[in-house]
């Protein structure tokens, strides 16, 4: 299983973070431009709204809007709608500007530098996502999301032992997170450390039954270890309970490979 396919903010088009448009319409301040029209508020709200379904027009409103002194929500929609247009390297650059912009707001910032790693991630340049996530941690050491990001980024890297470093902390600090150990057994397989995998991946399960990643990655180990019956049946589950879902189309992949072996 590769890190990436477990990354739900780096698949497809990444989906903005509530609390990212919740701040932005905090601290906007209302332009005179639009007095007696829409407000700069609902203006923001339409301009992310509109990226889910056409992201294209988003973006040419946003430069409109922009161009009539729309600040910092206009910026923001224009980023975004370039990443859903998968424009990754221009999108994430301008994220990364606006993060360092002036603000009090520290959740705000800590936002748009996630956005930022994300859209380098999808550009593959997994250097440039470490970067943006590091900073993020230098404000919020003991943000367990920023750790699990970063972790995954690391192991893009193939810095396995740092993703591990980064899940462990993050374990310390929220031992109910499921996610991180599934992310950490994940680590453990390409460190060829399947004794630790386990213990993590039936943890993760433990904590969540039906947690689709961590069926599939104990499935993974499963079959390492020559379980090729428990293996398929972590990977049957899958299909049973979510097969419309992206990680059921792994699960499928490695089970037509384990069928090819058995014939």
């Not at 992310?48 to 946003?62: G, L, N, R, Y």
């Not at 900073?135 to 690391?154: F, S, Y």
């Not at 947690?211 to 180990?221: K, N, Y």
Request: charged content about 25%; glycine content about 6%.
């Amino acid at each position: 299983m590769r890190f990436k396919s477990m990354s739900c903010a780096m698949t497809g088009i990444v989906r903005l973070a509530p609390e990212i448009l919740a701040m932005m319409v905090m601290v906007m301040a209302v332009s005179p431009l639009h007095a007696g029209d829409v407000s700069p508020q609902d203006q923001y709200k339409k301009c992310m709204e509109m990226i889910e379904h056409d992201a294209e027009k988003a973006f040419d409103q946003a430069i409109e809007w922009r161009d009539l002194g729309g600040g910092a929500p206009s910026e923001h929609c224009i980023a975004a709608a370039l990443l859903a247009l998968e424009y990754y390297t221009e999108a994430a650059g301008r994220l990364e500007e606006l993060a360092q912009q002036p603000t009090d707001d520290l959740g705000l910032r800590l936002g748009l530098l996630r956005q930022a790693a994300q859209g380098w991630s999808l550009a593959e340049k997994p250097e440039r996502a470490y970067a943006a996530l590091t900073a993020a941690l230098q404000l919020d050491g003991k943000n367990p999301k920023l750790l699990i990001e970063r972790a995954v980024v690391q192991a893009d890297m193939g810095l396995y032992d740092k993703a591990v470093d980064d899940l462990s902390v993050c374990l310390s600090l929220d031992p109910l997170s499921a996610d991180a150990y599934t992310f950490r057994a994940s680590a453990y397989r390409y460190l060829d450390r399947l004794d630790l995998a386990v213990a993590d991946v039936d943890h993760a399960l433990t904590l969540e039954p039906d947690h689709l990643e961590a069926r599939l990655e104990r499935g993974i180990v499963r079959r390492l270890q020559g379980d090729d019956a428990g293996a398929r049946q972590d990977w049957v589950h899958i299909l049973e309970i979510a097969s419309g879902a992206e990680v059921s189309q792994l699960a499928r992949r490695n089970l037509e490979l384990l069928d090819i072996k058995a014939e």
